[in-house]
């Protein structure tokens, strides 16, 4: 079954802190995978993308990295600012030669940034 | 840039009225169209595929004679739902596609239907 795994549920942590932000995909055949911001009440907005063959990807302050391996992708938060208080969803698409509807969603970790 | 707008951003009906809402792709014409429902705390949940000039193909479970989709242009797409209940009362999200090498999806921003 196609399934996406974030970790942990939610985070709390001090303003200025980094902080890892855990995804796990059972996800097949593989297209790429993504890291959205949501804020509460807005719509996701695109953070990262990645494909395959990429390990690592950064945009400021947000770092992705994918091991396809093992499944497994971080979203890397340096020096959190009150503003990245959000949720942060995990989103691979699956691959099926030019399909554009299959999105396998994660729950998302609920990020609470604190001054 | 791909900007994807939605309208309106919240509404309240009672039960039993229809509720159109309209997302429209502003700065780039879309492929495709999607449109989601998100219940708190849950992720956001597939409802339809929307294609410029054809029909929507719906994901298993989402009625649609309920759930009416129009796609009238590469542009715009609305979502109207119809008779609505109390339990369709929840965070409608539309995304749109402008064929990218990744066939990124760009979100626009939600709406809150609340029916009473």
């Known amino acids: 079954k196609n399934q996406v795994e974030q970790s942990p549920q939610s985070l709390i942590i001090l303003e200025g802190k980094n902080c890892t932000l855990q995804c796990n995909y059972t996800v097949s055949p593989f297209s790429n995978l993504r890291w959205y911001k949501q804020d509460t009440g807005r719509g996701p907005v695109s953070l990262t993308i990645m494909t395959f063959s990429e390990n690592t990807k950064s945009n400021g302050r947000y770092t992705a990295t994918l091991d396809a391996d093992t499944k497994q992708s971080s979203l890397h938060i340096t020096a959190s600012q009150l503003s990245d208080s959000a949720s942060y969803i995990c989103v691979v698409t699956l691959n099926y030669g030019g399909s554009q509807g299959n999105l396998i969603f994660g729950k998302g970790t609920k990020l609470s940034v604190k001054p | 840039g791909a900007v994807v707008s939605q309208h309106p951003s919240w509404v309240i009906c009672k039960s039993g009225t229809s509720v159109k809402i309209e997302c429209r792709s502003l700065?780039?014409?879309?492929?495709?169209m999607f449109w989601y429902r998100q219940f708190p705390k849950q992720s956001l949940m597939l409802m339809a595929t929307s294609n410029e000039g054809s029909k929507a193909t719906y994901e298993q479970g989402v009625e649609k004679d309920k759930f009416l989709i129009n796609h009238a242009s590469l542009t715009l797409s609305t979502l109207t739902v119809t008779s609505a209940h109390p339990e369709d009362s929840s965070f409608y999200i539309c995304?749109?596609?402008?064929?990218?090498?990744?066939?990124?999806?760009?979100f626009g921003p939600g709406t809150r239907l609340t029916v009473l």
């Open positions: 995304s749109a596609t402008k064929g990218t090498v990744y066939n990124e999806q760009f």
């Open positions: 700065d780039f014409q879309a492929t495709t």
